[in-house]
């Protein structure tokens, strides 16, 4: 479970990210994160720091597992990551005028494509 990033629970930064030693049911050590910050000194990030030691970089006040567990963020799932998703997406791209905004006249019902080719329209039912 490496490359998971850890958000600090007090500032909400993103500053390190897991290792292949992470393991979610045991409580944290600084071996399961990698630093994200260039220039960072990774010298608490060794198998002998403990949870209580781990504190965010940047607001050097958080703890980065105050519960002895990490913050750790899912990565989301992005829409081509299966086949049945791009079928759907690239079904969704052939269809002319879905999602396109429609405006109707109050009137006669008719439907145009902008505003303003609806305001000219309205101007027709405008008695003389």
């Known amino acids: ?3 998971l990033k850890v958000k600090c629970p007090n ?3 993103i500053c390190f990210e897991t290792t292949d030693k992470y393991d979610p049911d045991v409580s944290a050590r ?3 994160l990698k630093s994200l910050m260039p220039y960072h000194l990774d010298f608490l990030l060794s198998a002998t720091t403990l949870a209580p030691y781990l504190t965010c970089p940047k607001c050097g ?3 980065l597992a ?3 567990r990490l913050w750790v963020i899912e990565e989301p799932k992005t829409l081509m990551e299966t086949e049945e998703a791009m079928v759907k997406r690239f079904a969704e791209i052939d269809k002319p005028n879905v999602g396109k905004p ?3 006249c109050e ?3 008719k439907e145009l494509k902008t505003a303003g080719a609806l305001a000219m329209h309205k ?3 405008k008695e003389a």
Request: net charge neutral; charged share 15%.
């Open 66 to 68: 105050p519960s002895g």
């Open 123 to 125: 101007k027709t039912h």
């Open 1 to 3: 479970m490496s490359g």
């Open 11 to 13: 500032c909400k930064q």
């Open 61 to 63: 006040d958080g703890q």
């Open 107 to 109: 009137i006669c019902g």
């Open 102 to 104: 429609v405006f109707i």
């Open 30 to 32: 600084g071996d399961m």
